[in-house]
C-alpha cells in the first residue's frame, strides 16, 4: 500500500503568497524527505527530517513532522513563478531484511501564477 | 546540471522488441536505484543495488531484468513489453544510508507500442 499521501493533489495560488503541501504515511519512519519534480524532469531532493525532529528550515522552506499523527506539511513562504512543480514526500525504513526503503507519495502539483 | 545521467531521454518500442536502459552516476555513490513513474501513480520502487548485490526486488515482472556491473552504472533491459509499461523510469543513486537522499537522473521516457 501507497505509504506517503500528499493532500491537496493540486494548488494553484499567486505569486508572493505561501503554499502548504501535507502529507499522510501510515508506518513507523526513520525520515521523512520532500522532493521537487519539474515537467518530464527528475526529482530533487529539497529537505529531509528525521524521525526525531520536529521542524526543520532551509531557505523559504520549512518542514514540520509530527510522527504522533504521522503526518507532515511544507511550507514554501513568498512563492514565485518558478516554484511551479509536483512536490513528493517520500518516507525511509528499515526492512526486516536489515535493508531499507524509500517509498514515495502521489505528489502535490503546485502552480505559481505571475 | 544532475550528477546522475540517464540514457536514452526518450525510447519507443515494439512489444517484441528487445532495448536497455542506461544509468550512470558521476557522485561516487554506493547504492542505485530504479523507479518506474507512470501518470497519475506514485513512483513505484522497481530494483536496489548496493555495492553491486541487488538488495531489493519489487516484485517487478522478468520482462524487466537489471544488471549492475559496478557502483557506477545501473542498466534495465526490456524484453517483450506490454503497452501498460510505458512510463517515465527514472533511476537514482545515494549513499546507501538511511538517512541519505536520492539523487536522480533526468528519466527514461518509454512509450511501448
Known amino acids: 500500500s501507497q505509504q506517503g499521501e500528499e493532500d491537496p493533489q493540486a494548488l494553484s495560488i499567486q505569486e508572493g503568497e505561501n503554499a502548504t503541501m501535507n502529507c499522510s504515511y501510515k508506518?513507523?519512519?526513520?525520515?521523512l524527505q520532500w522532493y521537487r519534480q519539474n515537467s518530464g524532469r527528475g526529482l530533487v531532493h529539497l529537505i529531509l527530517?528525521?524521525?526525531?525532529?520536529r521542524e526543520k528550515h532551509s531557505g523559504r522552506l520549512r518542514v514540520t513532522l509530527d510522527t504522533s499523527k504521522k503526518s507532515s506539511s511544507l511550507l514554501i513562504t513568498a512563492s514565485r513563478a518558478a516554484d511551479t512543480a509536483s512536490y513528493f514526500c517520500?518516507?525511509?525504513?528499515?526492512?526486516?531484511?536489515?535493508?531499507?526503503?524509500?517509498?514515495f507519495g502521489a505528489g502535490t502539483r503546485l502552480f505559481v501564477k505571475a | 546540471e544532475t550528477g546522475v545521467t540517464q540514457t536514452p531521454r526518450h525510447l519507443v518500442m515494439g512489444m517484441t522488441n528487445k532495448k536497455s536502459l542506461k544509468c550512470e552516476q558521476h557522485l561516487g555513490h554506493n547504492a542505485m536505484y530504479w523507479y518506474k513513474q507512470s501518470a497519475k501513480k506514485p513512483l513505484e520502487l522497481m530494483f536496489v543495488y548496493n555495492f553491486k548485490e541487488q538488495t531489493e526486488n519489487n516484485s517487478v515482472p522478468s520482462r524487466f531484468s537489471p544488471e549492475c556491473p559496478n557502483s557506477s552504472h545501473l542498466f534495465l533491459h526490456l524484453h517483450t513489453l506490454q503497452p501498460e509499461d510505458s512510463a517515465l523510469y527514472l533511476c537514482?543513486?545515494?549513499?546507501?544510508?538511511?538517512?541519505?537522499?536520492?539523487?536522480f537522473g533526468n528519466g527514461t521516457r518509454l512509450t511501448v507500442t
Open positions: 537514482a543513486s545515494s549513499q546507501g544510508q538511511v538517512n541519505s537522499p536520492l539523487h
Open positions: 517520500a518516507t525511509a525504513r528499515f526492512l526486516n531484511t536489515g535493508g531499507f526503503k524509500t517509498i
Open positions: 527530517i528525521r524521525s526525531n525532529e
Open positions: 508506518t513507523s519512519i526513520n525520515n
